[in-house]
């Protein structure tokens, strides 16, 4: 908990650090009195609400996927996912959906095997829905791209598309891709540090397909109901992040809002098996607000900054979830909402 408390507050002093140097450059001082002046805080707070609330929606798209028989309430899988928010900060790579999985079977007795299987399998649906929103938004809007910087937005998007449609695949076929895993990983086993690798390696890629491999056999039908609510989180951060940018009296363009958190939320597969993944996250969601929304670099960092104070307040929280579900007895299955 301490360290993944001190991991979120390093993220968010790092941040803040940019910002101050921002402002002690000639055009950044100006950049920022204007910036304080424009700011409005009570739409701030609502802007992160709005954020916080994804955290719900993620609970219900968890809950959609779980074992027949099993509907903990959405409240109660909220905090647990809190929790799991916080786990992942302390330990790079899908730690949080195993400390979650362990809390569900706890407090909800949902079984282990189909609480992490359903898990994992969320966050999945979750990157892949993201992916394809990120390639549609590029596809079909025109996104205020600075000259000479088209190439490297179109790229972007169509690796992200590329990456989402991969995804989807594995969803479809997660045994195939567990065998092809195994034989491109086994070239690297020629030295102690590169078979732990390899062998960290394989044994994420085999969690996910036994998840996915285990979770296909629930139908389409729940898949199509945690796309759904994939999506419903996806669009309440983007509202969360609009108002965000408009309590700090900037107009970016909606279309480079919803590509920006849309892009970073399916590159994100690529950077939380690695120490400080936050940063490069940071690093991507503001350089994209920059280059497809139309923002400068203060407001961009300003936003960058405001979503990772509300990540910070959401690991509190976390925190003290975690301890009280530390203290709790199991509970009986199948409570609703």
């Given at each position: ?205 085999a969690v996910v397909a036994d998840a996915l491999h285990e979770v296909a056999t629930r139908g389409l039908g729940a898949y199509a109901r945690a ?110 909402v």
């Amino acid at each position: 908990m301490r360290k993944g408390l001190i991991s979120a507050a390093s993220g968010v002093g790092l941040v803040a650090l940019a910002v101050v140097a921002l402002s002690r450059t000639e055009v950044g001082a100006g950049a920022m009195a204007d910036l304080w002046d424009r700011a409005r805080l009570l739409p701030l707070l609502v802007a992160l609400s709005f954020m916080t609330c994804a955290f719900f929606f993620m609970s219900l798209r968890w809950r959609a996927l779980m074992p027949p028989g099993h509907h903990p309430p959405a409240t109660g899988l909220t905090a647990i996912i809190c929790s799991g928010l916080l786990l992942n900060y302390a330990v790079p790579g899908p730690f949080g959906e195993l400390g979650a999985a362990w809390f569900a079977q706890r407090r909800y007795r949902v079984p282990l095997a189909g609480a992490l299987a359903s898990g994992v399998t969320a966050r999945i649906v979750g990157l892949i829905t993201a992916a394809l929103l990120a390639a549609a938004v590029w596809a079909v809007s025109d996104l205020p791209v600075p000259e000479g910087y088209e190439k490297i937005v179109a790229a972007a998007a169509i690796l992200t598309g590329c990456g989402g449609a991969a995804l989807a695949w594995l969803a479809a076929r997660p045994m195939w891709w567990k065998a092809l895993g195994s034989r491109l990983l086994a070239p690297m086993r020629r030295g102690p540090r590169l078979t732990r690798l390899a062998d960290k390696l394989e044994g994420t890629a085999a969690v996910v397909a036994d998840a996915l491999h285990e979770v296909a056999t629930r139908g389409l039908g729940a898949y199509a109901r945690a796309a759904g609510w994939a999506l419903s989180g996806h669009l309440v951060v983007t509202v969360g992040i609009g108002i965000a940018a408009w309590s700090l009296g900037a107009e970016p363009s909606v279309a480079g809002v919803v590509f920006t958190y849309a892009t970073t939320t399916a590159g994100a597969v690529a950077l939380f098996a690695l120490p400080g993944s936050q940063v490069g996250w940071d690093v991507m969601f503001g350089t994209l607000l920059v280059a497809t929304a139309g923002l400068g670099l203060t407001d961009a960092a300003a936003l960058v900054l405001a979503v990772r104070i509300q990540q910070l307040i959401v690991m509190g929280f976390g925190a003290l979830t975690l301890t009280w579900l530390m203290q709790q007895p199991a509970s009986s299955p199948d409570r609703s909402v």
